[in-house]
């Protein structure tokens, strides 16, 4: 995954009093405190204003601009991504927001059922199929090896918190692994030697110690489920807007007033109980507030909370990330990209690039008449020394990888991307991370606390844990959050 990126790599200070002979600042109260301007906190101000309108909201935000994470590039006629590329359309909640933030008439979408995933195996792209039986049918691995999946039926669930490589090898066979990998490469930028499977699949994990096996769990789900929804079941897509993923924050902070209900440029020094509830002190105005909302990715917002809560330290003082960076490639129509989404590349395969997305298959309008947009992501964190590279190095060395791939000409365009934000690593410690968060949950009902990193990375699931924290400032009651069984998608 800069501008508005930047703000999420510079932690919040910590809590300082002020010089005496410091001039007094403004104070000014509200029923709702958000410390955040990207997607978490603006998804929280927006559920909130829908369901309890008489409430005072201000949102603050240390950038010139809403986003966070979320920002667009465009250049030339390209038009990328520094942060998330889209989102599954299999979310109520998200598809509310977009309702709220005015964007229906702004989507694009690629659906699964119709683009193509590709694997990098043994030097070549692969096709992968997204549904199981046509996986099933394509000689990826071995028929000894497809048989080896249902091994699973018989295999115990794993003691303690194994990696997602031990449980995978366990419960499915080693020759699995490479599209394991491929899979939280393409999620996580990750290692998954070092994430956790408690903490990146809960909802699996939770399948497999109920019912001993997650075949038998994913069988028992579809016959409970069976006549919920009527109709046929169709792939979900992939969804973003005519004018990139900026759209969505920006149509959100158009909603609140710039000055009364949001602040840019307003970073936070401190926070701390106040007889009211939450004194927040920031560089404009001390801001005294019912209900604070903490929607910073993890590592800020331990940063933040650590010396307000002296009584309930975190298990952590902080959580490992990953940083990447986007090269992004434009080619001529002589440029021969297989038709899809994209391409992952497991680490037994050595290739300089983590993978690459065919942007302008997914959607229109991602480059010039006649040209192709090809952003590749180096880095990770299994190769953080790619990052030192220079633009120039960066450049060739993704174009000889991906030739050696494909069929393609020199570029016509080309550009570097360096998001300052990291991606949140769910490693060791991390499930007792969040059982520290929902004990301070339950010590605070005035405290709530979301953003990047917090139960998922992905869109949906910040859009998702803003919702229940809105229904948790509404109603004082915490909305149930069985772990979710998600699909596995390449």
């Not at 992952?344 to 040209?371: I, N, V, W």
């Not at 520290?436 to 949906?460: P, S, T, V």
Request: aromatic share 6%; glycine share 10%; hydrophobic share 40%.
């Amino acid at each position: 995954m800069v501008s508005t990126i930047e703000t999420l790599s510079r932690q919040p200070p910590r809590a300082a009093k002020r010089p005496t002979n410091e001039h007094p600042m403004q104070t000014t109260q509200h029923d709702l405190c958000i410390i955040g301007g990207g997607l978490s906190g603006l998804s929280t101000a927006a559920f909130v204003r829908q369901q309890w309108p008489e409430l005072n909201i201000m949102v603050l935000e240390q950038a010139a601009v809403p986003g966070g994470a979320i920002a667009t590039y465009n250049d030339a006629g390209y038009l990328a991504e520094w942060g998330p590329h889209g989102f599954l359309d299999n979310c109520d909640e998200s598809r509310e927001l977009i309702r709220l933030a005015g964007l229906e008439a702004e989507i694009t979408s690629a659906p699964l059922g119709r683009f193509v995933r590709y694997v990098c195996l043994d030097g070549r792209l692969r096709c992968i199929p997204q549904k199981p039986l046509a996986i099933l049918r394509e000689p990826l691995v071995s028929w000894g090896a497809k048989l080896r999946v249902l091994a699973d039926l018989w295999q115990k669930p794993l003691a303690g918190e194994p990696s997602v490589a031990q449980w995978v090898a366990h419960r499915f066979g080693k020759a699995l692994l490479p599209f394991a990998d491929a899979v939280f490469t393409g999620t996580y930028a990750g290692d998954f030697e070092r994430l956790k499977i408690d903490a990146v699949m809960p909802g699996v994990r939770e399948l497999e110690r109920m019912h001993g096996s997650v075949i038998r769990g994913v069988v028992h789900k579809m016959r409970k489920g069976k006549g919920a929804k009527k109709g046929k079941k169709h792939l979900p897509a992939m969804t973003s807007f005519s004018g990139g993923m900026a759209m969505l924050p920006t149509r959100l902070a158009a909603g609140l007033r710039a000055g009364k209900e949001i602040l840019y440029g307003n970073p936070v020094r401190g926070i701390e109980r106040d007889e009211g509830g939450w004194l927040v002190q920031t560089e404009q105005a001390d801001i005294t507030c019912r209900h604070l909302v903490v929607a910073l990715p993890v590592n800020p917002c331990l940063h933040l909370l650590a010396p307000a809560l002296p009584e309930t330290p975190p298990p952590l003082p902080q959580i490992p990330e990953a940083r990447i960076l986007s090269v992004l490639l434009g080619y001529d129509q002589r440029a021969r990209i297989p038709f899809g989404f994209g391409y992952l590349a497991p680490e037994r395969e050595q290739r300089f690039a983590l993978g690459a997305l065919f942007s302008s298959h997914m959607f229109p309008g991602r480059a010039p008449q006649g040209c192709q947009l090809v952003e590749a992501l180096v880095g990770g964190r299994r190769h953080p020394e790619r990052l030192e590279l220079s633009d120039d190095q960066l450049i060739e060395s993704v174009h000889a990888d991906l030739q050696e791939l494909m069929e393609l000409p020199p570029p016509c365009f080309s550009a570097v991307l360096r998001p300052r934000a990291a991606i949140p690593q769910l490693e060791a410690g991390y499930p007792e991370l969040l059982r520290w968060r929902d004990e301070i949950h339950a010590a605070h009902a005035d405290l709530h606390l979301c953003g990047f990193g917090w139960k998922g990375i992905g869109i949906n699931d910040m859009v998702k844990e803003a919702c229940r924290m809105a229904h948790r400032i509404g109603t004082g009651v915490t909305a149930t959050n069985r772990a979710e069984v998600k699909g596995v998608y390449f």
